[in-house]
Nanobody
Framework: QVQLVESGGGSEPSGGSLRLSCVASRYTNRPNCMAWFRQAPGKEREGVATIGYDGRTSYSVSVQGRFTISQNNAKNILFLQMNSLKPDDTAVYYC?????????????????????WGKGTQVTISS
């Protein structure tokens, strides 16, 4: 059973930065896609950023230019560098992976495309 464990959440004032990490373990094949999602109170879970097996990245409009997704394949760690944080970024951030198509770069920032999830880490940004 694949395990994804997030860390790095916390509280920051508006304009600050945070770096989230997600360690993946207990998998046989590398994922074709890894992603960060977030869910604010009373709102649906939304995709924030994805990175495919080929390293190609994509971002939601709301974080484009402020967030950067990256991965250290040797250490099986996914990162999300978040800069210029805003109160609207306040949410629980989830690491997710699509392990269904190993060896491909199939990557879709869709909740239903991810078959493994972490438990989330809280990010709170004050104004």
């Amino acid at each position: 059973q694949v395990q994804l464990v997030e860390s790095g959440g916390g509280s920051e004032p508006s304009g600050g930065s945070l770096r989230l990490s997600c360690v993946a373990s207990r998998y046989t094949n590398r994922p074709n896609c890894m992603a960060w999602f977030r869910q604010a109170p009373g709102k649906e879970r939304e995709g924030v950023a994805t990175i495919g097996y080929d390293g190609r990245t994509s971002y939601s409009v709301s974080v484009q230019g402020r967030f950067t997704i990256s991965q250290n394949n040797a250490k099986n760690i996914l990162f999300l560098q978040m800069n210029s944080l805003k109160p609207d970024d306040t949410a629980v951030y989830y690491c997710a992976g699509d392990f269904r198509f190993p060896g491909t770069a199939h990557c879709n920032v869709n909740y239903y495309a991810m078959n493994y999830w972490g438990k989330g880490t809280q990010v709170t940004i004050s104004s």
